[in-house]
């Protein structure tokens, strides 16, 4: 067992679930077990929430609330600034866990850490900044101002590929704002669920706080139903697959819940003829081959000018010849291994339909034959109406196509069902400005001279399109997690109504 795992509080065979500084499923034979992707070996097993287990941790999620959100917000800002220190005390243990059981390099797993030590202080920040509005009442007498309020119980469904980070936009926020936490981890990266719940675990214990504030279940869809379903539960949030987020979004709507979702990308980066190529191409070598493919912001497209098409594609193909793939915890490796043999598939069924409509492999795309689930990451040329290309394959396969007017390439560009990231390389304002503008990218994050990969938590983050419409994170996300209300006060002797209207009695 490796030194790291007992370091945060995760023991063989036995990880659990918590509310707080309780475990539940210790009376259920089901147990999800955690391989890691890198050697194929078995790390450890996590009990999985039974339906009773679920109804304590709502119970407590509901009776902690009560308590939380009469606590001032400044003082829920105070133990999320614990919480964020605290995470700085375990971030290289962390950092290699997600490593360990995820596959992403050990340099990634450390910069998940610290999206959540940044996010906790965004958070304390926010804790002072929950500001409502005044406005001018057309009524002699009247105040009206806006306020918001705490929901309740947040539900947090999060993915594998960013195990913890994406969770603590969500919780952290929720938390300031006033609300609970029911969080629901990925079942492919249960380890990383329970190490964070641990640690937060220790800040609610030194204190004295609810058990219910942070709550951690684990399991599959089923569970992930049981919260969808459940109307003590106002907001899920919910990361994943667009056929999954469809589903959460029509069973919440259905109980006139709200949502928060964050679904697939198609992301696309445009290199004009006058880009600055040394720098472009670092952006999509990382976009592209970072995290092994497996980001909702990875860089699957690349839309090159037709007059510096064949250098890209050349430089490209000696680039991905080169790339160090290995164990992500080792110093020197780029790419690790894919989260397990279904993506591994799954890739190459993606490869075999690109040359079945047309397009053809130029490199890479080979299985690894070495315990794990390793693969070269892939350059294809394609036309960008195929239906491989037109869906998000979760893997690390770059599609070329070549343009020739902007016009061209923005129909390119916006011409998919997802909008989640974009990027335009270009040293011409003109072309920055319209890629920008109405007239240009469609997606919920643009960026010019900065790859699709890689966002700062000061923003707001989320996409248009199929992948959902909700915002995470920074910026006034925090609204989401909260309701509005607009009150007016009448210190006057009179009763006079909007708009002019006498009704007397």
């Given at each position: 067992?490796?030194?790291?795992?007992?370091?945060?509080?995760?023991?063989?065979?036995?990880?659990?679930?918590?509310?707080?500084?309780?475990?539940?499923?210790?009376?259920t034979?089901?147990?999800?077990?955690?391989?890691?992707?890198?050697?194929?070996?078995?790390?450890?097993?996590?009990y999985?929430?039974?339906?009773?287990?679920?109804?304590?941790v709502?119970?407590?999620?509901?009776?902690?609330?009560?308590?939380?959100?009469?606590?001032?917000?400044?003082?829920?800002?105070?133990?999320?600034?614990?919480?964020?220190?605290?995470?700085?005390?375990y971030?290289?243990?962390?950092?290699?866990?997600?490593?360990?059981?995820?596959?992403?390099?050990?340099?990634?797993?450390?910069?998940?850490?610290?999206?959540?030590i940044?996010?906790?202080?965004?958070?304390?920040?926010?804790?002072?900044?929950?500001?409502?509005?005044?406005?001018?009442?057309?009524?002699?007498q009247?105040?009206?101002?806006?306020?918001?309020?705490?929901?309740?119980?947040?539900?947090?469904?999060?993915?594998?590929?960013?195990?913890v980070?994406?969770?603590?936009?969500?919780?952290?926020?929720?938390?300031?704002?006033?609300?609970t936490?029911?969080?629901?981890?990925?079942?492919?990266?249960?380890?990383?669920?329970?190490?964070?719940?641990?640690?937060?675990?220790?800040?609610?214990k030194?204190?004295d706080?609810?058990?219910?504030?942070?709550?951690?279940?684990?399991?599959g869809?089923?569970?992930?139903?049981?919260?969808?379903?459940?109307?003590?539960?106002?907001?899920?949030?919910?990361?994943?697959?667009?056929?999954?987020?469809?589903?959460?979004?029509?069973?919440?709507?259905?109980?006139l819940?709200?949502?928060?979702?964050?679904?697939?990308?198609?992301?696309?980066?445009?290199?004009?003829?006058?880009?600055?190529?040394?720098?472009?191409?670092?952006?999509?070598?990382?976009?592209?081959?970072?995290?092994?493919?497996?980001?909702?912001?990875?860089?699957?497209?690349?839309?090159?000018?037709?007059?510096?098409?064949?250098?890209?594609?050349?430089?490209?193909?000696?680039?991905?010849?080169?790339?160090?793939?290995?164990?992500?915890?080792?110093?020197?490796?780029?790419?690790?291994?894919?989260?397990?043999?279904?993506?591994?598939?799954?890739?190459?069924?993606?490869?075999k339909?690109?040359?079945?409509?047309?397009?053809?492999?130029?490199?890479?795309?080979?299985?690894?034959?070495?315990?794990?689930?390793?693969?070269?990451?892939?350059?294809?040329e394609?036309?960008?109406?195929?239906?491989?290309?037109?869906?998000?394959?979760?893997?690390?396969?770059?599609?070329l196509?070549?343009?020739?007017?902007?016009?061209?390439?923005?129909?390119?560009?916006?011409?998919?069902?997802?909008?989640?990231?974009?990027?335009?390389?270009t040293?011409?304002?003109?072309?920055?400005?319209n890629?920008?503008?109405?007239?240009?990218?469609?997606?919920g994050?643009?960026?010019?001279?900065?790859?699709?990969?890689?966002?700062?938590?000061?923003?707001?983050?989320?996409?248009?399109?199929?992948?959902g419409?909700?915002?995470?994170?920074?910026?006034?996300?925090?609204?989401?997690?909260?309701?509005?209300?607009?009150?007016?006060?009448?210190?006057?002797?009179?009763?006079?109504?909007?708009?002019?209207?006498?009704?007397?009695?």
């Amino acid at each position: 067992m490796k030194d790291f795992l007992s370091s945060l509080g995760i023991k063989e065979k036995n990880a659990g679930t918590s509310t707080g500084q309780q475990f539940l499923g210790k009376d259920t034979a089901n147990l999800i077990t955690s391989h890691t992707p890198s050697e194929g070996s078995e790390i450890a097993g996590v009990y999985e929430t039974t339906k009773e287990e679920y109804e304590k941790v709502v119970t407590s999620s509901q009776e902690a609330f009560e308590t939380w959100r009469m606590t001032p917000a400044p003082e829920r800002g105070e133990i999320v600034r614990q919480i964020g220190n605290k995470l700085r005390e375990y971030k290289d243990p962390l950092g290699k866990l997600i490593s360990y059981e995820m596959g992403k390099i050990y340099q990634e797993g450390l910069g998940e850490v610290q999206e959540m030590i940044d996010i906790c202080d965004f958070a304390v920040g926010q804790s002072r900044m929950l500001y409502g509005f005044t406005m001018h009442s057309e009524r002699p007498q009247h105040r009206m101002y806006e306020q918001y309020h705490p929901l309740g119980p947040v539900g947090v469904i999060s993915a594998f590929n960013f195990p913890v980070a994406v969770y603590s936009w969500n919780a952290m926020l929720s938390a300031v704002c006033g609300d609970t936490i029911i969080w629901k981890g990925s079942e492919k990266t249960p380890l990383c669920s329970v190490a964070v719940q641990n640690i937060v675990a220790e800040v609610l214990k030194e204190n004295d706080l609810p058990e219910g504030i942070f709550n951690l279940i684990t399991g599959g869809r089923e569970v992930g139903q049981w919260m969808t379903e459940d109307e003590r539960i106002p907001l899920i949030s919910a990361t994943g697959s667009i056929p999954m987020g469809k589903k959460v979004a029509q069973t919440v709507g259905a109980r006139l819940g709200k949502t928060i979702l964050e679904l697939g990308g198609n992301n696309a980066i445009v290199i004009s003829k006058d880009a600055d190529l040394e720098m472009t191409l670092r952006a999509v070598v990382f976009g592209a081959v970072g995290t092994a493919g497996q980001r909702c912001t990875s860089t699957r497209r690349l839309i090159i000018h037709e007059s510096v098409y064949d250098e890209v594609k050349s430089r490209l193909e000696g680039i991905y010849d080169n790339i160090s793939i290995g164990d992500p915890l080792e110093s020197g490796t780029l790419v690790g291994p894919l989260i397990d043999q279904d993506a591994v598939e799954m890739m190459q069924n993606a490869l075999k339909q690109v040359e079945k409509e047309g397009g053809s492999i130029l490199c890479g795309g080979d299985v690894l034959e070495r315990d794990g689930n390793y693969v070269k990451p892939a350059i294809c040329e394609v036309e960008n109406h195929y239906e491989i290309v037109q869906n998000e394959t979760f893997a690390p396969i770059l599609y070329l196509m070549k343009y020739s007017t902007l016009d061209e390439a923005m129909s390119y560009h916006n011409g998919v069902r997802q909008g989640l990231s974009s990027s335009m390389f270009t040293l011409n304002m003109r072309e920055a400005e319209n890629f920008l503008s109405h007239r240009g990218s469609d997606c919920g994050i643009a960026n010019i001279n900065i790859g699709t990969s890689g966002a700062e938590i000061g923003g707001a983050f989320g996409g248009e399109k199929e992948t959902g419409g909700g915002r995470e994170s920074g910026s006034d996300a925090w609204k989401a997690y909260m309701r509005r209300q607009t009150n007016t006060i009448n210190w006057g002797d009179e009763l006079p109504l909007a708009q002019g209207i006498e009704f007397d009695v």
